[in-house]
């Protein structure tokens, strides 16, 4: 049983929200501030939670500020943010926060549901058949323990980001539209949205790169999409 940290200041929304996810066979924990979630997680109930449904509108500490310091804590929590609005950027700061994925409310329970199943499959260990690792220009990618590293540095990654590398990088020189990463990396056939990819490559650059506005490795192919080198 998949265990969700529901974070969401409204109790009539939380409340509902969470009589879905349970009847999909969810555990939930839920918290009404940023502040309790925070204490949640880094309490001994904080080891069950596999996933956060994060609203970014909360009283006191508001949810990109959660979203940082739980980026903070852990790479591998998959961050799934809510807001009220489909502001452009409202949903581009959280995403540059960490969030791995967004929904806008109200949310029926069919979306929000396959959004979460899409993020833990996301979350899962995979071991990709093309390639058993490479060197590339300082840059190991380890596919087969599904570690990275540059000059001999770990480089953590969350797995969006780590998926995302991996795809591309199986391919050197190989241009990805973004609609190709969104259904291969985030199992978007359905409400896909470009800006997941442009933030997941933003984050990405900003851990791999020398120089993040003149990328080697992740390069953007203006019109098309993006592509790993040529280096």
């Known amino acids: 049983m998949p265990h969700v940290l529901l974070i969401e200041d409204d109790a009539s929304v939380r409340d509902g929200m969470e009589l879905v996810l349970r009847r999909h066979g969810y555990g939930v924990a839920t918290a009404a501030t940023g502040e309790e979630a925070l204490a949640l997680l880094d309490s001994s109930d904080g080891a069950k939670v596999e996933l956060a449904v994060l609203d970014l509108m909360l009283p006191g500490m508001d949810g990109?500020?959660?979203?940082?310091?739980?980026?903070?804590?852990?790479?591998?929590?998959?961050?799934?943010?809510?807001?009220?609005?489909?502001?452009?950027h409202d949903i581009v700061t959280g995403l540059e926060a960490g969030a791995d994925d967004y929904v806008v409310k109200p949310v029926t329970a069919p979306v929000l549901e396959a959004r979460i199943r899409a993020a833990l499959r996301r979350a899962e260990p995979s071991t990709p058949s093309r390639a058993a690792g490479a060197d590339l220009a300082g840059l190991v990618i380890d596919?087969?323990?599904?570690?990275?590293?540059?000059?001999?540095?770990?480089?953590?990654?969350?797995?969006?980001?780590?998926?995302?590398?991996?795809?591309?990088?199986?391919?050197?020189?190989?241009?990805?539209?973004?609609?190709?990463?969104?259904?291969?990396?985030?199992?978007?056939?359905?409400?896909?949205?470009?800006?997941?990819?442009?933030?997941?490559?933003?984050?990405?650059?900003?851990?791999?790169?020398?120089?993040p506005a003149r990328p080697r490795y992740v390069q953007t192919v203006r019109g098309f999409g993006y592509r790993f080198g040529p280096l």
């Open 143 to 211: 596919r087969a323990g599904l570690t990275v590293t540059k000059r001999g540095v770990v480089i953590p990654l969350p797995p969006t980001e780590l998926r995302l590398l991996l795809e591309l990088s199986a391919s050197p020189g190989r241009v990805f539209s973004r609609e190709q990463l969104l259904a291969s990396v985030w199992d978007h056939t359905f409400l896909g949205d470009s800006r997941l990819v442009d933030a997941a490559v933003g984050r990405l650059r900003a851990k791999l790169e020398d120089v």
């Open 64 to 88: 990109f500020e959660v979203c940082r310091r739980i980026r903070a804590r852990t790479t591998t929590l998959p961050v799934i943010m809510l807001t009220a609005r489909g502001d452009d």
